[in-house]
Nanobody, 127 residues
């Protein structure tokens, strides 16, 4: 059974930082593209970042580019999202997702369905 478990969410003031982690089990982690999405209540789920199998390629939403960094440790079956210079508009539930696809550098393609999802971790940024 595949499980993706996010952690590291919390409350932070604007300008602060958080590091999210997503621990994966039940799958061959190193052959899955990993991604982060977020969703604010009442809004559509939004792509945040994706990383290729080996970590050599990354993709970001324009809204987080230059502030967030996605990385992965295949030995630990874990993907990370380092979030810096946080803004109130970053407040959302952040979800980790995995997909068996080949990495693509087009944001829209990640809205075409991911194989597995975590349950999310809440990030709240206050002004």
């Amino acid at each position: 059974q595949v499980q993706l478990v996010e952690s590291g969410g919390g409350s932070v003031q604007a300008g602060g930082s958080l590091r999210l982690s997503c621990a994966a089990s039940g799958l061959t982690f190193s052959i899955y593209v990993m991604a982060w999405f977020r969703q604010d209540p009442g809004k559509e789920r939004e792509f945040v970042a994706a990383i290729s199998w080996g970590g050599g390629n990354t993709l970001y939403a324009d809204s987080v580019k230059g502030r967030f960094a996605i990385s992965r440790d295949n030995a630990k079956n874990t993907v990370y999202l380092q979030m810096n210079s946080l803004k109130p508009e970053d407040t959302a539930v952040y979800y980790c997702a995995a997909d068996r696809r080949s990495y693509v550098s087009t944001v829209s393609s990640y809205y075409n369905g991911m194989d597995y999802w975590g349950k999310g971790t809440l990030v709240t940024v206050s002004s």
